[in-house]
């Protein structure tokens, strides 16, 4: 497993951008794909993006698909979420995931091993 740390949460009117930052400890992370997801009070965690370990493949939902990109620096150990025209609906705690896949990336929860502590994206009307 490897440990991961998520940054670059905060608050933000709705039209606007944040980019989180994945920090993960270890030197095997480049053999890791790498996961967003987020959850609300009272709800499952829900997917957002997903991205191979070479960054050849990204996968997203489609309540993000062109609005949210994926990205990775293995040189640094970090994965990205640049998330740009947010919307409240896209208010709640963000998680990182890392899994070693073979094959297709896995898009649920249940799929990742490896989880950071969370962080928090509130997006104002």
């Known amino acids: 497993q490897v440990q991961l740390v998520e940054s670059g949460g905060g608050l933000v009117q709705a039209g606007g951008s944040l980019r989180l930052s994945c920090a993960a400890s270890g030197r095997t992370f480049r053999s890791y794909a790498m996961g967003w997801f987020r959850q609300v009070p009272g709800k499952e965690r829900e997917f957002v993006a997903a991205i191979s370990w070479s960054g050849g493949s990204t996968y997203y939902a489609d309540s993000v698909k062109g609005r949210f990109t994926i990205s990775r620096d293995n040189a640094k150990n970090t994965g990205y979420l640049q998330m740009n025209s947010l919307s409240p609906e896209d208010t709640a705690v963000y998680y990182c995931?890392?899994?070693?896949?073979?094959?297709?990336?896995?898009?649920?929860?249940?799929?990742?091993?490896?989880w950071g502590q969370g962080t928090q994206v509130t997006v104002s009307s």
């Open positions: 995931a890392a899994e070693r896949f073979i094959g297709r990336v896995g898009v649920g929860s249940h799929d990742f091993g490896s």
